[in-house]
Every structure is written in structure tokens, then in C-alpha cells.
């Protein structure tokens, strides 16, 4: 009787350990980095959720709370669905996966479309145009990153 209650002990243990890596997005990357580039966040980041970055962390946790807090009044949070905004899954492939461009647009908005060098995102700002989107200047590149990192999970 003792070996099964073991056994059923090791079981338990292992389905927690393995839904709180499902469930709560637990990622240790293989090899620590020093320090990423914009380039490297382009794409591919889904399966990121947590990165140090010397002594900056970008985090998954970081971005929901960000996106709850900031951009969830407009934008579904499914990243699927339009809503008052535009629907934000895949939306770095909007920039041509520029991070640089994307982070401009998201903090500052009405300047870059002033520029007018980007005709697809001045269409979509057109399509959703009669709620203004407000710039997010304070925002720093951390969770610029972050919220990327979330959106694009």
C-alpha cells in the first residue's frame, strides 16, 4: 500500500510541475543573453517568456500587465478579434517586422503617421480612425518588448 501511495505522490507531483509549466508559461532559455537586438525581436518571440537581457528583464507577465492596463480598453484581448482597435496577433508583421517602427507607432502614433511613409498602417489607422489612439511616450523599451512578447504569444 505504501509503494502505491508513492507512486500516486510522484504522479501528482509531476501533472503540478507540468501544468504550472502549461499554465503559468514558465520558459528557461538554453543559453543566457548578454543582450538582444530589435532585429531579434521581430519575430518568433511566442515561445518566449521570460529573457534577460543584461540587467533588463523582458517578460511575458510584464507585457499582460502593461497590455490590462493600457491597451485593453481598445484592443480584444484574445489578439484575435477587432474590437475598438485593431485586432494585435502577428501586428509586428504590420512594420515589416521592424521593431524599431512598431515602438515608434505605439509611443508615439500621430507623428508616425505624420511622416506618411507607411501606407498600410495609415489605411488600418483610417479603417479604425474615428476612436484616436492615444501615443504611450513614458513606455520604456522593456515594456515595449514586453507587450510585444505578449501580444504576439
Known sequence: MSNVSLFLGVVLLLLA???SILFYGIFIPAEPA???SDAQWG???????SIT???DSINYNIGKNVFANLCASCHNKNMIDNLTGPALSGSISRFGNDTSRYFEYVKSPHQ???KELDPRMVSLHNEFGEVEKPGFDG???NELKSI???VDR
Open 17 to 19: 510541475v507540468v501544468t
Open 34 to 36: 548578454d543582450e538582444l
Open 43 to 49: 519575430c518568433g518571440t511566442s515561445s518566449l517568456y
Open 53 to 55: 537581457a543584461g540587467n
Open 112 to 114: 508616425y503617421l505624420s
Open 139 to 141: 513606455l520604456t523599451q
Open 148 to 150: 510585444l512578447l505578449y
